[in-house]
């Protein structure tokens, strides 16, 4: 595994982490003994970075990545996030009308204490803002995580989603050491401010859903997903873009076999070549699609590489957004 340096922290974490929100939720049926497998595979592999939440099946998720965590903790650079809370006490995605955002410091003290009791350790050690809350000034948000830090309970702070502005004002406040944010060959708003900044601060971009949520490899499925299947609310998965998405997967596809890769290694390997201070972290729940993540790591790509893919996307525009429109309005705030 090759490994990268975390912000400004001099700690090196594998090039590729872990997303495991799909071992507990929203991607179809879940497999404990399944996820469990594969976070002891990605242990051995030296994926050393893994990421959760407390939003994820209202707490299953921290508690499943416990089992692993627990017996192996010098070893797992474990990261989660807070903030989103369900207005009935029904688990949701973010995107739902019973889902709401809360980044008061008052409930930033009980998330964290509940996200240590299901994960069962002492500290964390990446503690994000799942997202900046639109009605607390992000000083007060990350002044409480601050004292988190001061308590002893977590290592380092994190944002995500956040703009180029709430980071500045943030990192005022605390060093902020990660951006968690969604990068992707078809995502790349980050590019235009919010990558600058953080590359002047020394902070480091974490993206999830690097793959584009499954869609090289699942755009051809949709009328299999299940109805809480989180893809089936997202506009690039629905009939407007449907036809668009399947055309630039199929020539995505091709470009990699003539490369003798995976699309979705191809996908990988173009977020990892946009910087060492860059690390993904693609979600799964099954050992095959990790060992596939890991070997990513190892696929150069030429300068004539990335001109094909961008002569590809240029021909298919009409990706659509990445989020409903309700869960937009809480991204780059």
């Given at each position: 595994m090759k490994f990268r340096t975390l912000g400004n922290t001099g700690k090196k974490l594998s090039a590729i982490g872990l997303g495991c929100m799909g071992m507990s939720t929203a991607y179809g049926p879940t497999d404990e003994q399944q996820s469990i497998s594969t976070l002891h595979k990605a242990l051995d592999s030296g994926v050393n970075f893994w990421d959760t939440a407390d939003v994820y099946a209202n707490g299953e998720n921290e508690k499943l990545i416990s089992k692993v965590l627990v017996p192996n903790r010098d070893k797992i650079f474990i990261a989660t996030k807070f903030g989103f809370r369900f207005k009935d006490g029904t688990a949701g995605h973010s995107g739902l009308p019973g889902t709401y955002f809360d980044g008061s410091p008052e409930w930033i003290k009980k998330a964290v204490d509940l996200s240590l009791q299901r994960l069962k350790i002492d500290e964390i050690d990446l503690y994000y803002a799942h997202r900046i809350d639109p009605n607390i000034p992000v000083e007060e948000t990350v002044g409480a995580m601050a004292d988190l830090v001061k308590a002893g309970k977590v290592r380092y702070l994190g944002l995500s989603e956040a703009s180029a502005e709430s980071i500045?004002?943030?990192?005022?406040?605390?060093?902020?050491?990660?951006?968690?944010?969604?990068?992707?060959?078809?995502?790349?708003?980050?590019?235009?401010?919010?990558?600058?900044?953080?590359?002047?601060?020394?902070?480091?971009?974490?993206?999830?859903?690097?793959?584009?949520?499954?869609?090289?490899?699942?755009?051809?499925?949709?009328?299999?997903?299940?109805?809480?299947?989180?893809?089936?609310?997202?506009?690039?998965?629905?009939?407007?873009?449907?036809?668009?998405?399947?055309?630039?997967?199929?020539?995505?596809?091709?470009?990699?076999?003539?490369?003798?890769?995976?699309?979705?290694?191809?996908?990988?390997?173009?977020?990892?070549?946009?910087?060492?201070?860059?690390?993904?972290?693609?979600?799964?729940?099954?050992?095959?699609?990790?060992?596939?993540?890991?070997?990513?790591?190892?696929?150069?790509?030429?300068?004539?590489?990335?001109?094909?893919?961008?002569?590809?996307?240029?021909?298919?525009?009409?990706?659509?957004?990445?989020?409903?429109?309700?869960?937009?309005?809480?991204?780059?705030?």
């Open positions: 500045k004002k943030a990192h005022k406040i605390h060093p902020i050491t990660a951006l968690q944010s969604e990068y992707s060959l078809l995502t790349r708003d980050v590019e235009k401010e919010i990558l600058p900044t953080i590359r002047e601060l020394g902070i480091t971009l974490v993206p999830y859903s690097p793959l584009a949520r499954g869609l090289f490899s699942n755009i051809n499925e949709t009328a299999n997903f299940r109805d809480d299947d989180f893809r089936k609310s997202l506009p690039r998965y629905q009939e407007e873009y449907l036809e668009n998405n399947r055309n630039l997967a199929r020539e995505i596809n091709e470009f990699a076999q003539s490369k003798g890769i995976k699309g979705t290694q191809l996908a990988l390997a173009w977020v990892l070549n946009q910087g060492e201070d860059i690390i993904p972290i693609p979600g799964t729940k099954r050992i095959q699609y990790l060992e596939e993540n890991i070997e990513a790591a190892n696929i150069e790509l030429s300068q004539a590489d990335l001109e094909t893919l961008d002569s590809i996307l240029i021909k298919y525009p009409n990706i659509g957004p990445r989020y409903s429109e309700g869960a937009m309005k809480l991204v780059n705030n």
